[in-house]
């Protein structure tokens, strides 16, 4: 429409062509919205890969093995399942899961003599990382093993690892890991040293690997810019979850912005990764969480049926994951809370906030095509559920609610569940019958608006008193309610991009229910990013990691929230998280000092 009321004087249009314009026009807008929106619920349907020749097959198991195509420094396979070109095949399959271990069995105890000068490897054997090697052999005494990674481009430094042994001991003679960090689409040099318990090296072995390149085609470097802080980088590895338009996959990077793994998903995005003993659990697709160990492979999957994932995965009460998620073809979306068993893998509705929020939910509508969210035309996305935290020790969870700029805290979650309080602009409710909920701002500053990934940061010294930290998205937006304006401080953001000077922000809130109130403690500013994004602490010396999704940037900062490295990345609008995970005992042993120094 802008452009033919910018040149309207040079057009001609009859009334009747005028008419079928004005009425096409939202329904295209709602077919580009309904696309951009399906994107996230895209199943995988292509798992073939580019493989050497077969040498072997196993009729039994329907397994083939091929070569990998790791150049003359290693010899390594591949194991491709025979029925991988067939529909509805996936790797997120137990079936499929328990042939590719019995293969790998079938090779481990086939009478070779595996040992670290020619271990058993193959690359990717239960295809859930693309560049992640399988390494298998024995030693003669319990040792363990470091290995440094080295690419001849000086740009890139050498990347190190203790490998984290699967379910053994840090000592072993048998070893058995994933080697993670080799850079695809390079020759890597590898570097083992095989250390006994005493610190002596008793046997160094280096070989090659020419990485295949990224399955998703994604960039292996990310351009970066020093912050002003000089403190160091703490240890571990970026992991940027949901980058639009290379959904399906979860990338690692490490603290120079090199790709040091690509997870391969079904579709959708990790969200989040929790850990469990040696294991993980994250969204593999938008209606699967799958467990996967340090190797790689899928011990559970989790399906939830006639529900769809939507922004977040949190624990609960013992032996239970909480998980925000919308009902398949229901009339609302991102409204309903998950309870999944991890034992059973039973999932159950446990929260529905349209009877939570009944008499609010009357006020509200669907969003039209003319609405700030006009990407989600057509869904009625009433409240837009985005970070959840459960508190164990009072069975409660709080909720962020982008649509209402609010974060909620519900009580007795698993019995008679009650709102606790709300915390965010509290002219939003003064029209409703909730606004008796809403904790009482202590101090002057803005509250929040549009803010993301909630999370508890630390209990206090008195019973009811906590602080929880966010990210203020700072951007304020209404697409479901009409008849409401809020009139907000100029530094508040009212687009989608930037357009003055808007900043978003890291805040850290304490909330004190004896008092009622919420007191802003501590907050720093950061590259402004209207939705998605996150702010969380990470590790012993509490740096931040701040992703400005929007921005389609990420960053480290010091305690203080001063910037000591930051990262670009490409994507499609945005990506929705990056959070920072040592992976130790799940891929990595424990830090420690050696030849090769610090991973």
């Not at 420094?73 to 019995?102: A, H, K, W």
């Amino acid at each position: 429409m802008g452009f033919l009321a910018k040149h309207k004087k040079k057009l001609i249009i009859a009334a009747a062509a005028a008419a079928v314009f004005a009425a096409a026009l939202p329904k295209a807008v709602l077919l580009g919205a309904k696309f951009f929106a399906a994107q996230e619920t895209v199943v995988r349907t292509d798992w073939t890969m580019d493989v050497g020749s077969v040498v072997d097959e196993d009729e039994e198991l329907q397994i083939e093995y091929a070569w990998a195509e790791l150049g003359d420094g290693i010899n390594g396979l591949q194991l491709v399942p025979m029925d991988i070109e067939e529909e509805g095949f996936t790797v997120y399959d137990l079936s499929v899961q328990n042939r590719l271990e019995m293969a790998l069995e079938n090779l481990k105890n086939s009478g070779e003599n595996w040992t670290a000068a020619r271990p058993l490897a193959v690359l990717n054997p239960y295809g859930t990382g693309s560049n992640g090697l399988y390494l298998y052999f024995q030693t003669d005494n319990k040792t363990k093993v470091s290995y440094r990674i080295h690419v001849e481009d000086e740009s890139i430094p050498d990347y190190t690892g203790i490998a984290a042994e699967a379910g053994k001991e840090a000592y072993t003679r048998e070893h058995e890991f994933q080697m993670i960090g080799l850079v695809p689409g390079m020759t890597n040099q590898v570097t083992m040293e095989i250390s006994g318990s005493w610190g002596k090296v008793r046997q160094t072995v280096s070989f090659q690997v020419e990485m295949p390149e990224t399955q998703s085609g994604y960039d292996i470097r990310l351009d970066s810019r020093e912050g002003s802080s000089s403190q160091k980088l703490s240890d571990g590895l970026y992991a940027l979850m949901r980058v639009n338009g290379y959904l399906g996959y979860g990338f690692f990077f490490d603290n120079s912005g090199i790709l040091r793994y690509e997870m391969v998903l079904e579709g959708f995005g990790m969200d989040r990764i929790l850990f469990q003993g040696d294991e993980i659990i994250t969204c593999v697709s938008a209606g699967k969480l799958a467990k996967i160990n340090g190797l790689g492979q899928v011990t559970q999957v989790y399906d939830l049926g006639d529900y769809s994932l939507h922004h977040d995965i949190g624990f609960g009460k013992e032996g239970e994951i909480l998980a925000l998620a919308e009902k398949n073809g229901g009339e609302t979306v991102e409204d309903r809370i998950l309870s999944l068993d991890i034992e059973t893998g039973e999932v159950r509705e446990l929260i529905d906030f349209r009877e939570i929020l009944p008499e609010y939910f009357a006020m509200t509508r669907p969003i039209s095509a003319s609405d700030p969210m006009f990407w989600q035309a057509g869904e009625w996305d009433w409240i837009h559920l985005n970070s959840l935290a459960y508190r164990e020790k009072d069975d409660s969870l709080i909720v962020s609610s982008r649509e209402t700029s609010t974060m909620i805290k519900l009580k007795n979650i698993h019995g008679e569940v009650q709102i606790d309080w709300m915390v965010g602009d509290s002219r939003f409710w003064e029209d409703t019958p909730y606004a008796e909920y809403c904790l009482e701002q202590k101090g002057d500053f803005t509250p929040q608006y549009g803010q993301h990934c909630v999370e508890i940061l630390e209990e206090g010294s008195e019973d009811g008193v906590y602080s929880i930290v966010l990210y203020n998205n700072n951007y304020w937006a209404l697409s479901s309610r009409d008849n409401f304006e809020l009139e907000v401080a100029d530094t508040v953001g009212r687009d989608l991009y930037r357009t003055k000077d808007e900043s978003s922000w890291v805040y850290v809130y304490e909330i004190n229910e004896k008092e009622r109130t919420f007191s802003l403690t501590f907050s720093f500013e950061v590259p402004y990013s209207s939705i998605v994004s996150n702010g969380s602490r990470y590790g012993t010396d509490h740096h931040w990691i701040v992703n400005s999704g929007v921005s389609q940037v990420f960053g480290e900062y010091d305690q203080e929230g001063n910037l000591i490295r930051e990262f670009s990345y490409d994507c499609t609008l945005q990506n929705y998280r990056t959070f920072k995970y040592s992976m130790e005992g799940f891929w990595f042993g424990p830090k420690e000092v050696n030849k090769f120094g610090r991973r």
